[in-house]
């Protein structure tokens, strides 16, 4: 190579007719009258017009050059790699004194990977259902609850699968929570002595699981409750909702010194003893009513309304354990709210967070509160409409007589957890980051949850292998990650993302989660507005393995069926005939992606009849035989995830809808003032909401402004490219368009950012997210429009005003990303 000095820049002009500068050019590929050696058009030596001596002497050059140009081609490759796997390369073209620059790909490196239509059919193919049985069958093979000896071990498997896969950039990444384990535990009528009962707190053994036979795996006890010993009367609080509670203090009921009794279902747990705690109980224990998670009174195929192991229904002896950590308050570690739990990381005292309960819970069966609610027969009131489940006893509120005794002793400390990350780099733009999550530690054996996620998303890294040995990178970087102690409070994705929240601001397109992946067969989605396109889009191409028709399809005729977790969004029916998209609440790990920075984000799974969740019963067995016996929704669901993830990191312009996003922002503000309470039946002036509707509206506006830019963007793309489907992988934009496209797709994966509030939630600050939230006294259900929706329920018209103005503001910030001026 030569010196720097015998290199000289010449001008070009880029493919908008616009002069720039080419990359240097070596100064003796010109003759010593400046004229191109090379006639581009012929591929013939051209020697200058001079004397017949001088021709003479050219053609033999000329003869010369032919023999050489092979070695001539090897020194004009500036030796350079593309992205695409070419080498740049200079050619002089007649008449011109610049040089034009090619790529060139020598005969083993052509242009690289399959077209997108074949790569999407390996992602169709690729998925095996034996692959996946076998899979969730050594996930299941043990209890794995977060922090013990046997989560390790599973990472470090997980670990090993993903590189199997051809994922090699992995890593295990260890973060240090707080976590709690139990030590003892009891529940007891101690008197008076002809009521005098012992809860036997343990699950039976169920015929032919195996895994059933292990009783004490995991004991039955609340993550994160209060250690306590206390003794009191028993009270029956319904759902144990703040509006329950509500309702028997106006009944005349004295709550406070007493243990709550409540049941499973219409509120996250963490909430039920969050609302005894403010009423002054004592104490709470929460069971599961068959009229729930039970056999009674549910639609559909009446041979498998039983409970299990006859059916896929909760039986009497079965236990839903569970975090009753404040989840609506903060998620992750208690003691580094905002900042990861790294070993030497600091911590506030246990006493000083504000999202653990400080009074006793453990969860029971209906078989040990049968004989509690029997012992509340006829005193207090008579349970009001609506509060009556399943068992055949008297419902009635309390206080009893019985006094009951209730112990939880358990063990809290900061120990490890472990997520597993791997990384797949990209090519065009490998700091711009799509990533794909699940938890993999489980209450105990966890079929369902979580393990059917797990399962999938170690298919969806052989899958993503199989396009990798043919030579396919995608164009954005694609990171998977197992999550660890979710079940205790999102906490290994909350502490993953405060740990790199500065990065993901930059960088994070979007989060895809899948939790619970299979529990039966009906299609459920929650997502950010902006998603719901790309998932109809990919929902189309994957075949619903009962109706033989589309996941779309079967997804928009069929309305969900029979009970499913409480975060599901179980409303029926979406815009003009589409299925439904539900809002994103606290169900999962997507939280602190678009909560707490403000990343665009999706959870889906196939629910069904699931009776035996956080149980003894969560097992291989159970989903052998009732939630999915072949593995052919495992499958279903590998396959859309694996289609959105390459979609969103392979295509040229981001897959997003950013109008559908706009649009359904106004139809929350008028569920919003749809739900408000009557104000003596003239709506309150503040429920106009003028602010917010004139922000939403040039939002919209906006957000025509750039599907119009991605419109034309999308006519100078290569025909190849325009639709993301039938292109090579590799690609050749000019720099510009590469340019134009890097800030388009910054403007429509980063207008999610300008909801996002600095200062956070009133009373709440964790949360940010000015659009969603999960309900303050929810827990799992999202609220749109938190801070303005907890204002107006409390008629407090003064502070709706000035909320409004400052979420407002933060539309307009959104607005101001679409724009392309943030």
């Known amino acids: 190579m030569s010196s720097k000095s015998d290199y000289a820049p010449l001008p070009t002009a880029d493919p908008d007719g616009e002069s720039t500068t080419a990359e240097p050019v070596y100064k003796g590929y010109f003759d010593e009258y400046g004229q191109p050696v090379i006639d581009r058009r012929r591929m013939t030596i051209e020697p200058p017009s001079t004397s017949w001596a001088r021709v003479a002497m050219g053609t033999l050059l000329s003869l010369l050059t032919m023999a050489l140009m092979a070695s001539l081609l090897a020194i004009w490759i500036d030796g350079e790699e593309r992205p695409h796997g070419g080498y740049k390369l200079f050619i002089k073209v007649e008449n011109q004194r610049k040089l034009t620059a090619l790529t060139f790909f020598p005969p083993n490196l052509s242009i690289a990977g399959p077209t997108n239509s074949e790569a999407e059919h390996i992602l169709l193919t690729a998925p095996s259902c034996s692959s996946l049985r076998d899979t ?24 090993d699968r993903f590189i199997e896969a051809g994922l090699t950039d ?10 709690n384990y139990p030590k003892y535990r009891r529940v007891a009528i101690v008197e008076p002595e002809e009521l005098r009962f012992e809860a036997k707190l343990r699950e039976d053994i169920a015929e032919d699981d195996e895994t059933s036979k292990e009783q004490d795996a995991t004991p039955t ?8 010993n206390v003794t009191a009367p028993l009270v029956y609080v319904n759902y144990g909702h703040l509006s329950d509670f509500e309702h028997l203090t106006s009944l ?39 009229a729930d998670d039970g056999p009674l009174n549910k639609p559909g195929n009446h041979d ?3 409970s299990y192991p006859s059916g896929p229904w909760r039986s009497p002896s079965s236990v839903q354990r569970g975090s009753v950590q404040f989840l609506s308050v903060a998620p992750g570690d208690p003691l580094t709210p905002g900042w990861a739990a790294t070993k030497d990381a600091n911590r506030i005292p246990v006493e000083e967070a504000t999202n653990l309960p400080s009074i006793p819970s453990l969860p029971i069966s209906w078989e040990d509160a049968e004989p509690l609610l029997r012992a509340l027969g006829g005193q207090g009131v008579s349970a009001p409409e609506g509060w009556s489940g399943g068992l055949e006893v008297g419902y009635f509120t309390g206080p ?46 966890g079929a369902v949850d979580p393990s059917s996620g797990s399962t999938a998303l170690v298919e969806v890294a052989h899958s993503l292998g199989a396009l990798l040995k043919k030579d396919w990178r995608p164009r954005r970087t694609i990171i998977l990650a197992s999550w660890d102690a979710e079940e205790y409070g999102l906490v290994g994705s909350t502490e993953w993302v405060e740990d790199n929240a500065s990065w993901l601001r930059e960088q994070a397109v979007t989060y895809i989660n899948v ?43 069929t309305p969900p069926e029979g009970p499913h977790r409480v975060n599901a969004a179980m409303e029926y029916g979406g815009k003009n005939d589409e299925p439904n998209v539900g809002q994103l609440g606290a169900g999962s790990d997507y939280v602190p992606f678009l909560d707490f920075v403000g990343v665009s984000s999706l959870s889906m799974a196939f629910r069904g009849e699931y009776g035996v969740y956080h149980s003894n019963y969560d097992s291989f067995h159970w989903m052998e035989k009732f939630g999915d016996p072949d593995f052919s929704y495992h499958k ?23 109008t559908r996003y706009a649009s359904d922002l106004s139809t929350f503000v008028d569920d919003l003032v749809h739900s408000a309470p009557p104000n003596n039946g003239t709506p309150h002036q503040a429920l106009e909401l003028q602010q917010l509707r004139k922000a939403i509206a040039d939002l919209h506006d906006s957000s025509l402004d750039l599907e119009n830019d991605m419109e034309k963007i999308r006519k100078r793309l290569p025909k190849r490219e325009r639709n993301g489907k039938n292109g090579k992988h590799g690609r050749h934009n000019s720099a510009k368009l590469e340019r134009r496209l890097r800030k388009l797709n910054d403007r429509l994966a980063k207008f999610e950012r300008g909801f996002i509030d600095p200062l956070g939630l009133e009373g709440r600050p964790w949360y940010k997210h000015v659009v969603f939230a999960p309900g303050l006294w929810a827990g799992y259900k999202a609220q749109t429009f938190p801070g303005i929706a907890e204002k107006i329920a409390e008629e407090n018209w003064d502070e709706v005003a000035d909320v409004e103005r400052r979420v407002a503001g933060f539309v307009r910030e959104a607005g101001r990303w679409m724009d392309g001026g943030c």
Do not use: M
């Open 136 to 159: 969730l069958e050594h996930y299941t093979s043990v209890a794995h609850l977060a922090g013990t000896e046997a989560d390790r071990l599973q990472a470090e498997w997980t670990r």
């Open 221 to 228: 006890f609340h993550g994160y409750s209060a250690s306590g």
């Open 400 to 445: 009893s007589l019985a006094l009951v005794n209730l112990v939880n002793d358990v063990e809290s400390e900061v120990k490890p957890i472990w997520n597993v990350v791997a990384k797949i780099e990209g090519r065009e733009e490998p700091d711009r980051v799509v990533i794909l999550g699940n938890h993999r530690d489980a209450w105990v054996f």
């Open 252 to 290: 005349g009921v004295n709550l406070t010194g007493t243990i709550a009794l409540v049941r499973y279902g219409g509120v996250f747990r963490g909430l039920k003893v969050r609302a005894a705690e403010r009423f002054g109980c004592l104490g709470v224990l929460i069971y599961s009513d068959p």
């Open 636 to 658: 279903a669901i590998t396959q859309i995830w694996s289609l959105i993830a390459f979609r969103l990191s392979n295509d040229p312009i981001l897959p997003f809808s950013p």
């Open 170 to 179: 992995t890593q295990i990444v260890e973060y240090w929570p707080l976590l």
């Open 304 to 306: 498998r309304n039983h």
């Open 515 to 557: 939790d619970t992946a299979v529990s039966g067969r009906h299609f459920v989605v929650e997502a950010s507005p902006s998603l719901a396109l790309l998932l109809f889009n990919v929902t189309r191409l994957v075949e619903d393995p009962h109706t033989g028709q589309s996941v779309y399809d079967a997804w928009r005729a």
